[in-house]
């Protein structure tokens, strides 16, 4: 079971930019596509960005060309970057691995850590 610990959260104004980390445990990294999900108050957590193990990269509409999603393979972490963010942005961020397939659509199949709070808000 790959173990996965978030930080980076915190407090930013809208425009402002932050950057998310994910640190997983085990050599299984480096072979399992891995995401970033959020939960903002009220609603449902969706799927943000993910990477697979060849280094491809997809993203929800509603951060595509703001939100970068990256991974160092020699420290076992895959980054979120988040620039020019937006009050819709405040959520809880988690990272999950391994992504699955099921009927083409992306499958979290990892357990879920402890999240790191993102709040935009000026």
């Known amino acids: 079971q790959v173990q996965l610990v978030e930080s980076g959260g915190g407090l930013v104004q809208p425009g402002g930019s932050l950057r998310l980390s994910c640190v997983a445990s085990?050599?299984?990294?480096?072979?399992?596509?891995m995401g970033w999900y959020r939960r903002a108050p009220g609603k449902q957590r969706e799927l943000v960005a993910t990477?697979?193990?060849?280094?491809?990269?997809n993203y929800t509409d509603s951060v595509k060309g703001r939100f970068t999603i990256s991974k160092d393979t020699a420290k076992n972490t895959v980054y979120l970057q988040m620039d020019s963010l937006k009050l819709e942005d405040t959520a809880v961020y988690y990272c999950?691995?391994?992504?699955?397939?099921?009927?083409?659509?992306?499958?979290?199949?990892?357990?879920w850590g402890q999240g790191t709070q993102v709040t935009v808000s000026s």
């Open positions: 999950n691995a391994p992504i699955g397939r099921v009927a083409g659509s992306p499958v979290a199949l990892g357990s």
């Open positions: 085990g050599t299984i990294f480096n072979f399992v596509d």
């Open positions: 990477v697979t193990s060849g280094g491809s990269t």
